[in-house]
T-cell receptor
Framework: TQLLEQSPQFLSIQEGENLTVYCNSSSVFSSLQWYRQEPGEGPVLLVTVVTGGEVKKLKRLTFQFGDARKDSSLHITAAQPGDTGLYLCAGAGTGGGADGLTFGKGTHLIIQP | AAGVIQSPRHLIKEKRETATLKCYPISRHDTVYWYQQGPGQDPQFLISFYEKMQSDKGSIPDRFSAQQFSDYHSELNMSSLELGDSALYFC????????????FGPGTRLTVL
């Protein structure tokens, strides 16, 4: 069974600060996806990382996939109140085919003005 | 482009009743996945289909079944409903060869009374 440990679970910071969310596993993933989810709504895909060591940027968000494809991080620069929400990492197994995603428990992020 | 469509968005059932949830994937997506998300929990993978064939199976109860049709839409059939089945049910779709990159629908909120 693949497990993804996401940390921190809760984070409250001031507007303008930087933060990093971590997603770690002992398992190798073929790809890892980051989602943002609002209450009662479906997760919205932010990015997919596939290659070990890969770095992707989405405006103030920087996503990195570990060299061994077992871990990932999300870094937000100069956080804004609009960044408030639940962030989920999810990994796809290496079995091929239409593998279901294994999700982390999520990070509840609050950016205070 | 239109996203994943799920219907109904809300459903209220009594214990021991049956329910059918429908999912219409994004155009040209050939794979669908079903997830269950309980209150305060991360999404749990139930089952997936590729080209109308079951591809991967997660923690789907024996009381649930699903299928994918020739137009790629999918239905999740739930029988003998229990109180614990109350949750958000998400459908996601992906396109073969796109690193299992899954796009989620808005979800169906099932309440069992």
């Amino acid at each position: 069974t693949q497990l993804l440990e996401q940390s921190p679970q809760f984070l409250s910071i001031q507007e303008g600060e930087n933060l990093t969310v971590y997603c770690n596993s002992s398992s190798v993933f073929s790809s890892l996806q980051w989602y943002r989810q609002e209450p009662g709504e479906g997760p919205v895909l932010l990015v997919t990382v596939v290659t070990g060591g890969e770095v992707k940027k989405l405006k103030r968000l920087t996503f990195q996939f570990g060299d061994a494809r077992k871990d990932s991080s999300l870094h937000i620069t100069a956080a804004q109140p609009g960044d408030t929400g639940l962030y989920l990492c999810a990994g796809a197994g290496t079995g091929g085919g239409a593998d279901g995603l294994t999700f982390g428990k999520g990070t509840h992020l609050i950016i205070q003005p | 482009a239109a996203g994943v469509i799920q219907s109904p968005r809300h459903l209220i059932k009594e214990k021991r009743e049956t329910a059918t949830l429908k999912c219409y994937p994004i155009s040209r997506h050939d794979t669908v996945y079903w997830y269950q998300q309980g209150p305060g929990q991360d999404p749990q993978f139930l089952i997936s289909f590729y080209e109308k064939m079951q591809s991967d199976k997660g923690s789907i109860p024996d009381r649930f079944s699903a299928q994918q049709f020739s137009d790629y839409h999918s239905e999740l059939n739930m029988s003998s409903l229990e109180l614990g089945d109350s949750a958000l049910y998400f459908c996601a779709s992906s396109r073969t060869g796109k690193y299992n990159e899954q796009f989620f629908g808005p979800g169906t909120r099932l309440t069992v009374l």
